[in-house]
């Protein structure tokens, strides 16, 4: 008859076969949607910290409303991070955390510019790419996610672009305006949505409830 002992023992090891085999299944279903996964967790990571590095210049420049800007950004950012790796988990994956990035910092000037840059290049080419490739494998939770992303980073264009045209020489002229006018931003903890003034219902990119939404705390 098994004791207590041996049956524990047995209980694990099917646990870990059961685990292992999660593994290896997910491997084989999904390999670019892995990689894809890792790698979108690996360039929202970096974004959440080059925003937040843009903010702290921004202060440093007497820039507090742009500053604010780039905290929103990265907590958007963060959000579709916590997705991607959330993910990550589920498909039994085990996660690689990305080296410390190397963050270029500049001017607010100069950051504004890489950041509608950046921001372009991942709308235009980088998530429609991404999403093509694990669409061919049919994982339905992480198109959705990475979709959000793209939506969201959509928004963020959207909210660059205000001061996009502000980056020559009428940039001073068009920060003072800017400073003058502060706004408040809002972020849907589902899926990043980033905004400033709340919907009436739902979140127009995951449709969760506008309950979801946060504001943006300024930072000082």
Not at 25 to 35: F, G, L, S, V
Not at 50 to 66: D, F, G, H, R, V
Not at 128 to 156: C, D, F, M, N
Request: proline residues 4%; hydrophobic residues 35%; glycine residues 2%.
């Amino acid at each position: 008859m098994l004791t207590k002992a041996i049956k524990f023992q047995i209980f694990v090891l099917i646990l870990i076969v059961f685990v292992q085999a999660s593994f290896v299944d997910a491997q084989i279903k999904y390999p670019e949607t892995i990689n894809v996964l890792q790698t979108v967790y690996n360039d929202e990571i970096q974004a959440h910290l080059t925003y937040l590095a843009y903010a702290q210049k921004a202060i440093s420049e007497n820039y507090p409303n742009i500053a604010h800007l780039f905290v929103s950004l990265a907590t958007s950012e963060s959000i579709h991070a916590r997705n991607f790796k959330q993910h990550l988990i589920d498909l039994k994956v085990e996660l690689k955390e990305p080296p410390k990035p190397e963050i270029k910092v500049s001017t607010t000037k100069e950051n504004l510019k890489n950041a509608t840059q950046t921001e372009l290049q991942e709308i235009d080419h980088g998530y429609p790419q991404l999403i093509e490739k694990v669409r061919s494998e049919g994982h339905e939770a992480a198109i959705r996610y990475i979709t959000y992303a793209w939506e969201s980073e959509k928004q963020h264009r959207e909210l660059i672009k205000k001061i996009k045209s502000g980056t020559g020489i009428l940039f001073k002229m068009l920060s003072r305006i800017i400073e003058k006018t502060p706004n408040r931003y809002f972020v849907c903890q589902e899926c990043g949505s980033t905004i400033t003034e709340l919907p009436k219902d739902v979140c127009p990119i995951c449709k969760s409830s506008v309950s979801q939404y946060k504001e943006v705390e300024r930072i000082k």
